[in-house]
């Protein structure tokens, strides 16, 4: 099983709409990461969290220590969101190695 | 400066050559990685160095050698490649104190091909 699951897996939508990305994790963490990988490229830092909520832009990304879930949200879709989104954790007792997700690969459509 | 450099972009070897990756980062980070990606899969990690040794090896085939002359530089020596090795080789450093590793940050990627 792995420890970090994303939802969902693939996902279009149109231009202006609002997208929610899902990750659950299974093992102590000390902070979640969101990864956006554009095809072909390199992966860049979203976020890091350990709690609560952060917001970039049109970004948001909120996590919840109890239920072991977070989500990663854009408002405001643009084609230009296009990309692959991978949720990532640092465990407790393992600091540098890091657990990713499978992604989840959006596609906005103008 | 928040980058993490990677040289080259792209590579094209045989498999009797033999060729490095290279990568650097200037931001004093003191843990720094190799993954390699495969198309539409995660990174799977490859090595960790934590202040210049080698802290992590991910039952990785020898043809896969990692050096890391200093604190800012990375290497990945290639020798003896197969065509399966052929993939994004993605490298990333983060800082490291005690469990708390921080942000990770990734280099553009060096996308390799064994024929």
């Known amino acids: 099983k792995n420890e970090v699951e994303q939802s969902p897996q693939n996902l279009t939508a149109q231009e202006g709409e609002f997208i929610t990305i899902n990750c659950s994790y299974s093992?102590?963490?000390?902070?979640l990461h969101w990864l956006q990988q554009h095809p072909g490229g390199g992966i860049v830092s979203l976020f890091m969290l350990s709690s609560g909520k952060k917001k970039h832009g049109r970004l948001i990304a909120t996590i919840n220590i109890q239920e072991k879930h977070s989500s990663l949200h854009i408002t405001a879709s643009h084609p230009r969101d296009s990309a692959v989104y991978i949720c990532a954790v640092t465990t407790l007792n393992t600091g540098n190695q890091f657990y990713f997700g499978t992604g989840t690969s959006l596609t906005v459509i103008p | 400066d928040t980058e993490v450099t990677q040289t080259p972009k792209h590579l094209v070897m045989g498999m009797t050559n033999k060729k490095s990756l290279k990568c650097e980062q200037h931001m004093g980070h003191r843990a720094m990685y190799w993954y390699k990606q495969k198309a539409k899969k995660p990174p799977e990690l490859m090595f960790v160095?934590?202040?210049?040794?080698?802290?992590i090896n991910e039952s990785v085939p020898s043809r896969f050698s990692p050096e890391c002359p200093n604190s800012s530089l990375l290497n990945l020596h290639l020798h003896a490649l197969q065509p399966e090795d052929s993939a994004l080789y993605l490298c990333?450093?983060?800082?490291?104190?005690?469990?708390?590793?921080?942000?990770?940050?990734f280099g553009e990627g060096s996308r390799l091909t064994v024929l």
């Open positions: 093992v102590g963490i000390s902070a």
């Open positions: 160095y934590s202040y210049e040794k080698l802290s």
């Open positions: 990333a450093s983060s800082q490291e104190v005690s469990s708390w590793t921080g942000e990770l940050f």
